[in-house]
């Protein structure tokens, strides 16, 4: 999609959404959406005030983002809907097709692990080089046709990584990502993942998430980010001096898609959150009607 046109296409929505509430009197008490925030910053390319509202004002702050959306084609020849991987479950037979959207330049990998536990990936092919992705182009996994869920049910995971430097050895970076155990990791994984920036996997997070979060000094949020959980989030990055971390928010109507945020701060350790991870689950079940 071309940049330009995206960015007037958000632009005559905000406009019917003002006409919609009637002008500023209505407008006055419904307060911006962070996520029309994070689009404008990057649609004007001025990220100063973007830092301002996650605790960072007056601070330099790089960010990586991008949208991803997954489409399930319900019944053939019928237009895919859209759905929360984090929240649906699918069904045997069901198709999907995942649509991800930088809104940052970076090189993008997709890595996917299926039910079995074995995994490859899928963006870039092992015999192709990444190609830096400009920011709002649409990367459709797969370009042809759909995924198809086939028995046995299971747990499948993609997972999409957005650098902005190509990776040079994907296989360490697959074990990075894929890790339980971070206590256990090799010296060059540890390495690794000082570079990654990784969004939550679920909204709950269990101890040992919280007790790595303390002692990387890092931050990750799921949430629509309202005014009131945003000051929350800020008071918890200042009192624990967070230097970068992520921020995933849902989709909140039926046409939109998720948006995952990178940050970090001038004063983070060097390279530290310079690759963006988001973890996108596909659960599926055995035949029956969707959850």
């Known amino acids: 999609m071309n940049r330009g046109f995206a960015k007037v296409a958000r632009l005559l929505l905000v406009g019917i959404a003002f006409w919609a509430l009637g002008g500023i009197g209505h407008s006055a008490e419904r307060p911006t959406r962070f996520r029309d925030l994070v689009y404008k910053s990057f649609d004007e390319d001025d990220h100063a005030g973007l830092a301002s509202q996650i605790g960072f004002e007056g601070k330099k702050v790089d960010f990586t983002a991008l949208e991803y959306k997954v489409l399930l084609l319900k019944e053939p020849g019928a237009a895919p809907a859209l759905v929360d991987p984090k929240t649906h479950r699918f069904t045997m037979g069901q198709q999907i097709k995942v649509v991800v959207r930088p809104l940052t330049r970076s090189h993008i990998y997709v890595y996917h692990v299926g039910a079995s536990g074995r995994g490859s990936f899928l963006v870039p092919r ?80 269990s101890e040992a998430e919280k007790r790595l979060e303390r002692h990387d000094g890092t931050i990750k949020y799921r949430g629509l980010l309202q005014p009131e959980d945003r000051k929350a989030f800020v008071e918890d990055l200042k009192s624990r001096g ?34 963006l991870v988001v973890t996108i689950p596909l659960r599926s079940a055995g035949t029956g009607p969707a959850r």
């Open 126 to 205: 092992e015999d192709e080089e990444p190609a830096v992705v400009a920011p709002e182009k649409e990367i459709a996994i797969p370009q042809d046709g759909y995924f198809e869920f086939v028995p046995p049910p299971g747990d499948e995971v993609l997972y999409v990584i957005a650098t902005r430097e190509p990776v040079r050895d994907r296989a360490l970076l697959a074990k990075v990502v894929t890790s339980k155990d971070p206590e256990n990791d090799t010296p060059q994984m540890k390495e690794q993942r000082k570079k990654i920036n990784a969004v939550v996997e679920s909204v709950v997070k």
């Open 242 to 275: 967070v230097t970068f971390g992520s921020v995933e928010l849902p989709p909140e109507n039926p046409n939109e898609g998720t948006v995952a945020l990178g940050f970090r701060s001038a004063d983070a350790p060097p390279q530290a959150g310079t690759a």
